[in-house]
C-alpha cells in the first residue's frame, strides 16, 4: 500500500495522512479543554491563597501596630497602674487572633493539599488522550526503544523526541522470556573451542545462540542496536552493538571482532539483518503501552501547563504535508491524499478546510492557533521542513 498526493509524488510519511489528522483534530478538542480546566482552577487556587495570606498577614500586622500603640501609650503616661490593663488588651487580641489565624492556615493547607489531587485527575485524562495519539502519532520523531527480562517478564519502555517535544511511554510484552530466536531468528558467532579424539586442540566453532536469553535491548530509529543476550545458566553472556553494517561483538569484555581469527568468522550480513528484525518484533509484540510522561525543553509538560505547546510542534509537522497536498490538489478547499494498493488500484481520502477550521474553532483562540498552524486559514504561510519516514 502507498499514501501519495493527487499529483502522484509520495508523502513524506507512507501513513494514512487524513485519518492522523483527523485523530489530531480530536485529541486538540479533548485535551486543550482539560489543561485550560487546571490553569483556571490553579488560577482560582492561587487567587485564595493570595486571600488567605493577605488576612493573616493583616492580622499580623494589626497584633504588631497595636502592641507598639499600646507601649507608646504606656509610656507617655508614665503610671504603673495602666501596664495591666495594656496587658490584658494585648493578650485578649493576641488569643482571638491566634484562633482565627487557626482557622485560615487550616483553610490554607486544604486548598494546598486538594490542589494537587485536582491537578492529578485532570493531568491522567490528558495523558489517557494522548496515549493511542502520541506513540505513533508524532511525524519526524526519532524514537529509541529499551527492552529488558526480569522478574515481571518482558518489559520496556520507549521515548520519542522532535522538535523540543519528548514522550515515553511504558511497555508491555507477552513474553515471560525473550530468546534470541523469538527477537532475530537465527544467529551463530564463533568461539574457541577444544576438540580431537587422541589430542585436544584449540579450534573456532561456531556456536548457535538461538536459544540464549535476551536480558536487555537497546534499539533507535536510526537503527543502531545493542543487544546482550546470555545463556540460561548465566554464565556466558555476549553483546552486540552498532548500526549501518558496523557491528561489534563482546563475549563478556572480550572483543569477538578485534579477534583477527574469530572476527574472520562472524557474518557480518546475519548482524545487519538484526535491526530489522527487532523492528519488526516491536511492531507486532507490543501488548500494551501507557504514556508515562511528556516533556517540552525538558520541562514537565503537564505541570508547567505546556501541553498546548506541544500540540503545536505537532501541527507544524502535520502543517507541511496540508500545505502540500493543497499545493498538488485539484480542490484547494480540501486536503486530499490517495491511496494506492498493490494491485493499482487507487481511492482519495480527503477532509475539507471548513472541517478543520469548525472543529477547531469550538475550542477557542488556541483551536484558531492551531487552525494557523496548520495552514488552512490562507492568510498563514507555512515553512518548508524535512521530514524524518516514521
Known amino acids: 500500500m502507498k499514501y501519495i498526493y493527487q499529483d502522484s509524488t509520495e508523502l513524506p510519511v507512507q501513513r494514512d495522512f487524513i485519518e492522523d489528522l483527523k ?40 497584633e504588631e501596630k497595636l502592641g507598639l500603640l499600646l507601649n507608646k501609650l504606656v509610656n507617655e503616661v508614665n503610671i504603673e497602674d495602666v501596664v495591666p490593663c495594656s496587658n490584658s488588651i494585648l493578650h485578649t487580641c493576641s488569643e482571638n487572633l491566634e484562633k482565627k489565624r487557626e482557622v485560615l492556615e487550616a483553610e490554607y493547607r486544604k486548598i494546598e493539599s486538594g490542589t494537587a489531587h485536582e491537578y492529578r485527575k485532570f493531568e491522567s485524562r490528558i495523558l489517557e488522550v494522548l496515549t493511542r495519539f502520541l506513540i505513533s502519532g508524532v511525524y519526524g520523531a526519532e524514537k529509541r526503544f529499551e527492552l529488558s527480562s526480569g522478574v515481571n517478564g518482558v ?6 523526541s522532535v522538535s523540543g517535544l519528548q514522550y515515553h511511554y511504558r511497555l508491555g510484552f507477552p513474553e515471560e522470556s525473550l530468546t534470541v530466536e523469538k527477537l532475530v531468528g537465527n ?10 579424539i587422541l589430542r585436544k586442540e584449540e579450534k573456532i566453532k561456531m556456536q548457535d545462540l538461538s536459544e540464549f536469553l535476551v ?73 500494551n503501552y501507557t504514556l508515562s510522561k511528556v516533556l517540552l525543553d525538558e520541562e514537565d509538560a503537564l505541570s508547567t501547563n505546556q501541553i498546548f505547546d506541544c500540540l503545536k510542534v505537532i ?31 487507487r481511492t482519495e481520502k480527503y477532509i475539507s478546510r471548513a472541517e478543520i477550521y469548525s472543529q477547531l474553532a469550538e475550542v477557542g483562540s ?22 524524518l519516514i516514521v
Not at 155 to 160: N, P, R, V
Not at 251 to 268: S, V, Y
Not at 369 to 380: A, C, H
Open 187 to 196: 544467529l551463530s558467532l564463533p568461539g574457541w573451542t577444544r576438540a580431537g
Open 215 to 287: 536480558s536487555y535491548l537497546e534499539y533507535d530509529s536510526q537503527k543502531n542496536i545493542r543487544l546482550i543476550i546470555e545463556n540460561k545458566k548465566a554464565n556466558r553472556k555476549f553483546r552486540i552493538e552498532g548500526g549501518e553494517f558496523r557491528y561489534f561483538v563482546y563475549e563478556d569484555n572480550k572483543e569477538i571482532t578485534a579477534d583477527k581469527e574469530l572476527g574472520a568468522f562472524i557474518d557480518t550480513e546475519s548482524l545487519a539483518k538484526i535491526p530489522e528484525r527487532v523492528q519488526a518484533y516491536l511492531r507486532a509484540n507490543i501488548r
Open 23 to 62: 485523530i489530531f483534530l480530536d485529541i486538540t478538542s479533548r485535551v486543550i479543554p482539560l489543561e485550560n480546566s487546571i490553569i483556571e482552577i490553579k488560577c482560582e487556587h492561587k487567587k485564595a491563597l493570595h486571600e488567605l495570606n493577605s488576612r493573616i498577614k493583616g492580622m499580623n500586622d494589626f
Open 155 to 160: 518489559t520496556g519502555e520507549m521515548e520519542g
Open 366 to 387: 488556541e483551536g484558531i492557533e492551531i487552525v494557523g498552524i496548520l495552514g488552512v486559514d490562507s492568510r498563514t504561510q507555512i515553512k518548508d521542513r524535512k521530514y
Open 315 to 345: 501541527a507544524e509537522q502535520y502543517g507541511v504535508i496540508v500545505q502540500e497536498c493543497l499545493a498538488k490538489g485539484n480542490n484547494k478547499e480540501e486536503i486530499t491524499i490517495k491511496i494506492e494498493e498493490a494491485d493499482g488500484t
